[in-house]
């Protein structure tokens, strides 16, 4: 079993549609928590990054951190076709390391 | 600003050869890693630089694979004797220090005919 598991998809939604990306894991001990949206042939980018429990926003995007259930999400209101992407959830221990552990990505489309 | 750079963007090279891959940090980021990203997979870890020294290397695949950073700025992956598995996209990202977020290149697509 992966340390964090993400559906890869593909998701397609029409334009406008809220889109809900999430990821399990199952390391308690991962306290760092991101979002990078990847286009094709090009590095990831980051979204979000957020720190423990809770949520986060910014602009169209809405990070949110469960640690009790090890379930995070992305959320992305009025989607956009320039949002089709793959999104990929990333997350880091505090303390032991800097390295990331990624899930595999979400790939999405949105049509118009 | 600038952001992380990597060079060359492709790399084409027969099984044995030597390649030597580049990453450009952005100007003031103290950490860098390196990545490598298989074709429908997340992007994993190789190795952690804080300034000139490895302070990570645990994601090193084997000894054919080396990383140097020897003025603390740019850094360069080695891989010597290549194989055909180690065909993927080789990913730097750096950041301001630890627990600071982030930021990557867009990859070298290297091809081990």
């Known amino acids: 079993q992966k340390e964090v598991e993400q559906d890869p998809g593909p998701l397609s939604v029409p334009e406008g549609a809220i889109v809900s990306l999430n990821c399990t894991y199952s390391?308690?001990?991962?306290?760092?928590f991101m979002w990078y949206r990847q286009y094709s042939r090009k590095g990831p980018e980051l979204l979000m990054y957020?720190?423990?429990?809770g949520n986060k926003e910014d602009g169209r995007f809405t990070a949110q951190v469960d640690k009790s259930s090890k379930y995070i999400s992305l959320f992305i209101r009025d989607s956009q076709p320039s949002d089709s992407a793959t999104y990929l959830c990333a997350m880091k221990l505090t303390g032991g390391g800097n390295k990331l552990t990624f899930g595999t990505g979400t790939q999405l489309k949105v049509e118009l | 600003g600038a952001g992380v750079s990597q060079t060359p963007s492709n790399k084409v090279t027969e099984k044995g050869k030597y390649v030597e891959l580049r990453c450009d940090p952005i100007s003031g980021h103290t950490a860098l890693y390196w990545y490598r990203q298989s074709l429908g997979q997340g992007p994993e870890f190789l190795i952690y630089?804080?300034?000139?020294?490895?302070?990570?290397d645990s994601g090193l695949p084997n000894d054919r694979f080396f990383a140097v950073r020897p003025e603390g700025s740019v850094s360069t992956l080695k891989i010597q004797r290549t194989e055909r598995g180690d065909s993927a996209v080789y990913l730097c990202?750096?950041?301001?220090?630890?627990?600071?977020?982030?930021?990557f290149g867009d990859g070298t697509r290297l091809s081990i005919l």
């Open positions: 630089f804080q300034g000139t020294g490895a302070a990570d």
């Open positions: 990202a750096t950041s301001k220090g630890t627990n600071q977020p982030q930021h």
């Open positions: 390391n308690s001990a991962f306290q760092y």
């Open positions: 957020t720190y423990s429990s």
